[in-house]
């Protein structure tokens, strides 16, 4: 089972406190040491699952408190195993309470954090943008796979879409604008990228690359959908590395970039087919980033907090599953079923 360690600095005097205010919770193993400028230091063991119930109640705490702090690290193994660890197969004992299987994921704190710096506005953001746009529209133009899988890895625009779809889970205001803010700046350098390479460049609307990236079908939006749950899962999970296979499937990059490039050629028709495939990616994403969210048991810690977010994520919900029923229709009425 995995374990974190979440080391605690308070007043000395407010120490004895924490057991009182855990108590509901199990703790593994917990460790206490003093401090210069009368600060008491506590370490706790604790399994992953119940991280975020100790920091939700960490946090109201410590926060009137004086140069309070709670660190959240890793732990990468414990030996020996503590003691309160049965191993599966061992009956409860008579008078405990068996408490309430935890989903296995990281905490809302871990997520968020991991989330939260893909949506800044840096220079290597931009950069990135750039570097991904001008890789992915070589490839296209030379219809070589490998080089358009290299753009693919890159995914600078993966994680803007994800933070927007954790924003509506928490009905976080500021992220999710941050998130809409960086995600449209990167569509819009690449495909201003491709438009410019096309107008430098034949662009071969044949390519098997750039034709493939002008049709949207069902696949499409089965593909979106099932790769923007297995990031969110991929996340929720602490597999990082598990987002490089979803960043392959489900890649914005490259439809972007055709879309620019066919645009830049003057075949309207066609880069209107390519954007719509890059919509249809980005509505798929984060509609089932929602839904998997809140299956996932992600929410505020507060119940004023819990309501906001639940108008927020309703409301996101609506618009992407109307959006999503529009791209449907068009789809029926393209393959003659309406």
């Known amino acids: 089972m995995a374990h974190q360690l979440i080391e605690i600095i308070l007043p000395e005097g407010r120490a004895e406190d924490i057991g009182e205010l855990l108590r509901d919770i199990s703790i593994l193993a917990s460790w206490q040491g003093h401090l210069e400028n009368n600060q008491a230091r506590i370490h706790l063991l604790v399994e992953t699952g119940r991280v975020e119930a100790v920091l939700n109640a960490l ?31 061992e009956e409860q ?36 943008v750039i570097l991904s746009a001008i890789i992915a529209a070589i490839g296209l133009i030379r219809n070589d796979m490998a080089i358009i ?11 803007p879409n994800v933070a927007f779809a954790l924003a509506n889970t928490l009905g976080d205001t500021d992220l999710g604008w941050d998130a809409v803010t960086t995600t449209l700046l990167g569509l819009t350098l690449a495909i201003l990228i491709g438009t410019v390479i096309g107008l430098a460049v034949h662009v071969d609307p044949a390519n098997a690359s ?4 002008t049709h949207l079908g069902w696949s499409d939006l089965l593909l979106a959908l099932a790769s923007g749950s297995a990031g969110v899962l991929a996340l929720t999970g602490g597999g990082k590395l598990s987002l490089v296979g979803v960043m392959v499937a489900v890649a914005l990059m490259p439809p972007l970039v055709t879309g620019g490039l ?37 929410s505020p810690s507060t119940w004023w907090e819990k309501d906001k977010a639940r108008r927020a994520s309703r409301q996101a919900t609506i618009v992407l599953a109307a959006l999503l029923l529009l791209l449907a229709g068009i789809l029926l009425l393209h393959t003659g079923l309406l």
């Open 149 to 159: 899988i290299g753009a693919m890895v890159l995914a600078p625009l993966l994680l």
């Open 262 to 298: 066919l645009l830049g050629s003057g075949l309207y028709h066609l880069e209107a087919r390519a954007l719509n495939l890059a919509l249809a990616n980005i509505i798929c994403i984060n509609l089932a980033g929602v839904v998997t969210f809140h299956l996932q048991g992600i």
């Open 93 to 128: 004992k008579e008078g405990e309470v068996e408490e309430e299987k935890k989903p296995a994921r990281i905490s809302r704190q871990e997520l968020y954090n991991d989330v939260a710096p893909g949506v800044s506005l840096s220079t290597n953001y931009v950069a990135m």
């Open 210 to 213: 750039i034709e493939a990236r």
């Open 59 to 89: 946090d109201t705490y410590l926060q009137p408190l004086p140069d309070a702090r709670a660190v959240l690290l890793p732990v990468e193994a414990v030996i020996p195993l503590p003691e309160n660890e049965q191993p599966n197969g």
